[in-house]
Nanobody, 119 residues
Framework: QVQLVESGGGLVQPGGSLTLSCVASGSAFSSYNMAWYHQAPGKQRELVASISSGGITNYSDSVKGRFTISRDNARNTVYLRMNNLKAEDTAVYYC?????????????WGQGTQVTVSS
């Protein structure tokens, strides 16, 4: 069992920056593929960025060049650095952990952290 706790959300002006953190409990963090999703009011949850257990990153087109995902396996933490924030980035951001082990898929979600971009 893995528990994920996000932090770092808040209110920021357009063009500003925030860094989200997600700390994972439990062991074997380095074996998990990690990701950040966001969900705006009335919309579906969408993938923002992902980082594999091997450190390969992937970004949605809407955040490419502005957001950076990284991980620190020694701290069981994944980060999302968000630069040049736009109003359309406003959403609840969720941390996600997933891995396949002996043909079983394990998927965990955090509780979410609100990011509001507004002047």
């Amino acid at each position: 069992q893995v528990q994920l706790v996000e932090s770092g959300g808040g209110l920021v002006q357009p063009g500003g920056s925030l860094t989200l953190s997600c700390v994972a409990s439990g062991s074997a963090f380095s074996s998990y593929n990690m990701a950040w999703y966001h969900q705006a009011p009335g919309k579906q949850r969408e993938l923002v960025a992902s980082i594999s257990s091997g450190g390969i990153t992937n970004y949605s087109d809407s955040v490419k060049g502005r957001f950076t995902i990284s991980r620190d396996n020694a701290r069981n933490t994944v980060y999302l650095r968000m630069n040049n924030l736009k109003a359309e980035d406003t959403a609840v951001y969720y941390c996600n952990a997933r891995r396949t082990y002996y043909s079983m898929a394990y998927v965990y979600w955090g509780q979410g952290t609100q990011v509001t971009v507004s002047s």
